[in-house]
């Protein structure tokens, strides 16, 4: 599947419906919903499964969405601060515009994920799984891949600085157009 550039890009975008800030849960199940221009303190939807959702403007500041599954979930102009979504599942994911600082992301699994013009800063994906990933034109700082797993992973127009890359499996990973180092 293709990443999409733009909301209306989803096949899905026309079937969304309004979601609003009270409609988290534990263990939730959204399909379809889309979230729009939110503020988000303390969210908990641990073990929620998002499918074919879409979060335009949304902050989530702290939270809790721990072992969540994502599949076909769309980020837009999202913010994530201090946000503990460790061992979630990501499965045809795009983040767009998004920034991510603080944030928990450790024994995640990724798969054909999109990082697309994000700022990552200090953000831990230790021993996660990447398979298919792209952060394209993205800033990470200080992000933490430490025991992570690579296979074809792509860093096209970033630029990394302190990213600790320690003990990382790669499979068919291009740094091609990366900057390494910097502030």
């Known amino acids: 599947m293709k990443a999409p550039k733009n909301l209306a890009d989803l096949s899905f975008a026309d079937k969304l419906t309004a979601g609003g800030a009270g409609d988290f849960e534990v263990d939730g ?3 379809r919903v889309q979230f729009s ?3 988000l303190d303390d969210a ?3 073990g929620a499964r998002f499918m074919e959702c879409a979060f335009t403007g949304v902050t989530f500041d702290g939270g ?3 072992r969540a599954r ?3 979930v769309w980020f837009g102009q999202t913010r994530f601060v201090a946000l503990d979504a460790a ?3 990501l499965i045809d994911v795009w983040l767009n515009g998004c920034v991510l600082a603080g944030v928990q992301a450790f024994g995640l699994l990724l798969r054909r994920v999109t990082f697309r013009g994000c700022k990552l800063d200090s953000v831990n994906f230790r ?3 990447l398979t298919d990933v792209t952060f394209e034109d993205c800033v990470l700082r200080d992000t933490d891949f430490g025991g992570a797993k690579f296979t074809r992973v792509r860093f096209p127009g970033c ?3 302190g990213v600790t890359l320690a003990n990382v499996t790669c499979n068919d990973v291009d740094l091609r157009g990366a900057t390494l180092g910097g502030e």
Do not use: N, P, V
Request: glycine share 4%.
């Open 44 to 46: 908990s939807a641990g």
């Open 37 to 39: 221009d939110l503020t």
């Open 159 to 161: 630029q990394l600085a």
């Open 87 to 89: 061992e979630s599942s």
């Open 29 to 31: 199940d959204y399909d």
């Open 64 to 66: 809790w969405l721990r």
């Open 127 to 129: 021993d996660s799984t």
């Open 70 to 72: 994502l599949s076909e």
